[in-house]
Protein backbone atom coordinates (compact mmCIF):
# COMPACT_ATOMS: atom_id res chain seq x y z
CA UNK A 1 0.00 0.00 0.00
CA UNK A 2 1.06 3.24 -1.01
CA UNK A 3 0.07 6.75 0.32
CA UNK A 4 -1.83 8.26 -2.31
CA UNK A 5 -2.90 12.46 -2.16
CA UNK A 6 -6.20 11.04 -1.13
CA UNK A 7 -5.02 9.10 1.42
CA UNK A 8 -3.14 11.62 2.74
CA UNK A 9 -5.62 14.26 2.99
CA UNK A 10 -7.57 11.98 4.70
CA UNK A 11 -4.63 11.92 7.47
CA UNK A 12 -4.64 15.49 7.24
CA UNK A 13 -8.13 15.83 8.22
CA UNK A 14 -8.07 13.54 10.71
CA UNK A 15 -4.97 15.33 12.75
CA UNK A 16 -7.47 18.53 12.91
CA UNK A 17 -9.25 16.63 15.53
CA UNK A 18 -8.80 17.92 19.14
CA UNK A 19 -8.56 14.68 20.61
CA UNK A 20 -8.82 16.18 24.31
CA UNK A 21 -12.70 16.63 23.84
CA UNK A 22 -15.00 14.46 22.77
CA UNK A 23 -17.86 17.57 22.52
CA UNK A 24 -15.56 19.20 19.94
CA UNK A 25 -15.94 18.29 16.10
CA UNK A 26 -14.34 20.30 13.09
CA UNK A 27 -16.64 21.62 10.10
CA UNK A 28 -14.87 21.57 6.28
CA UNK A 29 -16.64 24.13 4.50
CA UNK A 30 -17.24 24.11 1.42
CA UNK A 31 -14.86 26.73 0.05
CA UNK A 32 -11.95 24.82 1.72
CA UNK A 33 -9.58 23.02 -0.36
CA UNK A 34 -10.82 20.36 -2.89
CA UNK A 35 -9.21 17.93 -1.32
CA UNK A 36 -10.17 18.10 2.38
CA UNK A 37 -13.75 18.64 1.04
CA UNK A 38 -13.63 15.03 -0.56
CA UNK A 39 -11.11 13.54 2.36
CA UNK A 40 -13.91 14.75 4.95
CA UNK A 41 -16.95 12.77 2.98
CA UNK A 42 -14.76 10.06 2.26
CA UNK A 43 -14.09 9.41 6.06
CA UNK A 44 -17.75 9.67 6.60
CA UNK A 45 -18.40 7.01 4.23
CA UNK A 46 -15.49 5.09 5.99
CA UNK A 47 -18.14 5.93 9.23
CA UNK A 48 -14.97 7.52 10.81
CA UNK A 49 -16.95 10.77 11.48
CA UNK A 50 -20.62 11.42 11.82
CA UNK A 51 -21.31 14.01 9.28
CA UNK A 52 -19.83 14.82 5.60
CA UNK A 53 -18.13 17.82 6.21
CA UNK A 54 -16.58 16.88 9.55
CA UNK A 55 -18.69 16.81 12.47
CA UNK A 56 -17.53 14.68 14.98
CA UNK A 57 -15.29 11.14 15.34
CA UNK A 58 -16.98 7.85 15.35
CA UNK A 59 -15.15 5.59 18.14
CA UNK A 60 -13.54 4.33 15.05
CA UNK A 61 -12.65 7.57 13.81
CA UNK A 62 -11.13 8.34 17.50
CA UNK A 63 -8.87 5.08 16.96
CA UNK A 64 -8.13 6.22 13.89
CA UNK A 65 -7.29 10.13 14.69
CA UNK A 66 -5.64 8.67 17.96
CA UNK A 67 -2.90 6.64 15.63
CA UNK A 68 -2.53 9.83 13.08
CA UNK A 69 -1.72 11.79 15.74
CA UNK A 70 0.60 9.93 17.44
CA UNK A 71 2.57 9.20 14.43
CA UNK A 72 3.01 12.58 13.24
CA UNK A 73 4.30 13.12 17.31
CA UNK A 74 6.97 10.52 16.95
CA UNK A 75 8.13 11.49 13.06
CA UNK A 76 8.17 15.26 14.40
CA UNK A 77 10.60 14.52 17.24
CA UNK A 78 13.89 14.78 16.88
CA UNK A 79 15.76 11.83 16.82
CA UNK A 80 19.34 11.28 18.91
CA UNK A 81 22.41 11.17 16.78
Known amino acids: MSFTP??????????L???DSSQEGIKIHAN????LVAAAKRLHEKQLTDQPDGGYLTSLGHDA??????LLNILKTP???
Open 79 to 81: QPA
Open 17 to 19: FNL
Open 32 to 35: AAPA
Open 65 to 70: AESVQL
Open 6 to 15: ELIAELEVLA
